[in-house]
């Protein structure tokens, strides 16, 4: 089993910054890539952004590229994983979930992963 702890949501004005952070502890062995997700009240939950194992390669949804990044960084017993987002808009307003997968590849849909986080609210007030 893997266990995920995300951290670092809150309220931001329009065009403020916020980092979310997530930890991954338990049978990371198995973990090939790490993503964030988000969902907003009465939509589906969408692709953020994904990285693979030791960052050979990330991807970005389009309305995310430019001012989004993903950094991951892999410890013996932990992974950690940051969002940094940057000219943040009402828009990007959701719940944010760091998810974890054991499929080769970065998945773009929560199927892909097997392992979820608990979510941590973001707000961006216009």
């Known amino acids: 089993q893997v266990q995920l702890v995300e951290s670092g949501g809150g309220l931001v004005q329009d065009g403020g910054s916020l980092r979310l952070s997530c930890a991954a502890s338990g049978s990371i062995f198995s973990i090939n890539a790490m993503g964030w997700f988000r969902q907003a009240p009465g939509k589906e939950r969408e692709f953020v952004a994904g990285?693979?194992?030791?960052?050979?390669?990330?991807?970005?949804a389009d309305s995310v590229k430019g001012r989004f990044s993903i950094l991951r960084i892999d410890a013996a017993d932990q992974i950690t994983v940051y969002l940094q987002m940057e000219r943040l808009r009402p828009e990007d307003t959701a719940v944010y979930y760091c998810a974890a997968s054991e499929i080769e590849g970065v998945g773009t849909v929560p199927l892909a992963y097997q392992y979820w986080g608990q979510g941590t609210q973001v707000t961006v007030s216009s």
């Open positions: 990285r693979s194992r030791y960052g050979r390669s990330d991807f970005y």
